[in-house]
């Protein structure tokens, strides 16, 4: 089999099980089971495939991938923020979307600055402010496979200055004193989520996705517990889901935050609300 060959079949493979992008999908599992270059791949797409064991796992990607698995999971790697980080089921994938939140932190964020990542999940927001922001974090997920992945993620990616908490939202944060909350929570309503896509449905961590009945669980306890632990001027940020903003500038509001912004994505759909905690707060507040 060539090289040429390969590819076509494994893109007429994924584009009969209905995946999207498909030719894109098998070049990427091509590639990196080849470890062929798109530059190596132009010059010589008839040579001749003769390395078996990569031709099996070839083949065996590509089975997953027709059964819907994310590629993501299957090459065990996302890139975030322009870092590479490992991901599993245990984890949500990274996406892009998120860096919306990431970009308006690190605008704002002073080197230094404590940060409380809740939700952590793969790390990938905590451990992209401490190294592009210079913040000092303190990353916390309900989840312990998934702060074991976040953990790996920091070593891996020479990130020293981040504790990891076990902890469903601030249960066991116990610190009081920080300059950012942010987090990805999830925000899903719960009957939505049968209807996400099958890489999304089958393959992602439920645990991660389900904000419960009308997907605000989180938002309304965040608004209302956050301001225990920030300091008066501190600020949040989180990511919402697209048509969450009005009722999650409500929650906000109600909770005592001032400048209540609602962020667009590159899309133009809402995708993350920050606010300021006045630095003169009440007593309802603090």
């Not at 083949?59 to 999971?73: G, H, K, N």
């Not at 939140?101 to 451990?127: A, F, N, Q, W």
Request: glycine content about 10%.
């Amino acid at each position: 089999m060539t090289y040429q060959e390969a590819l076509s079949a494994g893109a007429a493979q994924l584009e009969e099980a209905g995946v999207p992008e498909a030719g894109l999908d098998a070049w990427y599992l091509f590639s990196q089971a080849a470890g062929v270059s798109r530059a190596v791949y132009y010059m010589e797409p008839g040579r001749e495939w003769t390395d078996p064991t990569a031709e099996a796992q070839y083949r065996e990607w590509l089975r997953r991938r027709a059964d819907r698995e994310p590629l993501q999971y299957i090459t065990g790697i996302q890139q975030f923020m322009g870092l590479d980080f490992h991901v599993t089921p245990a984890v949500l994938i990274p996406r892009q979307d998120t860096e919306t939140l990431v970009e308006y932190v690190l605008k704002k964020l002073r080197p230094g600055d404590m940060v409380l990542d809740l939700c952590t999940g793969s790390g990938c927001i905590g451990i992209s402010l401490a190294l592009l922001g210079g913040a000092r974090v303190q990353a916390a997920d309900i989840s312990r496979e998934a702060l074991r992945i976040a953990e790996e993620n920091g070593r891996l990616l020479g990130c020293q200055q981040i504790r990891w908490t076990q902890s469903d939202l601030f249960d066991e944060v116990g610190d009081r004193n920080f300059d950012w909350i942010v987090s990805n929570p999830p925000y899903i309503p719960s009957e939505e989520i049968n209807k996400l896509m099958p890489e999304v449905r089958d393959h992602e961590p439920h645990l991660a996705l389900d904000g419960r009945e009308d997907g605000l669980y989180f938002y309304r306890r965040l608004a209302k517990e956050s301001c225990r632990y920030l300091k008066p001027g501190g600020r949040i940020c989180f990511e919402i889901g697209y048509d969450q903003g009005a009722a999650v500038k409500t929650l906000l509001e109600d909770g005592g935050y001032s400048d209540v912004e609602i962020l667009k994505d590159m899309a133009g759909l809402d995708r993350a609300a920050a606010a300021l905690l006045p630095a003169v707060s009440g007593p309802d507040v603090r």
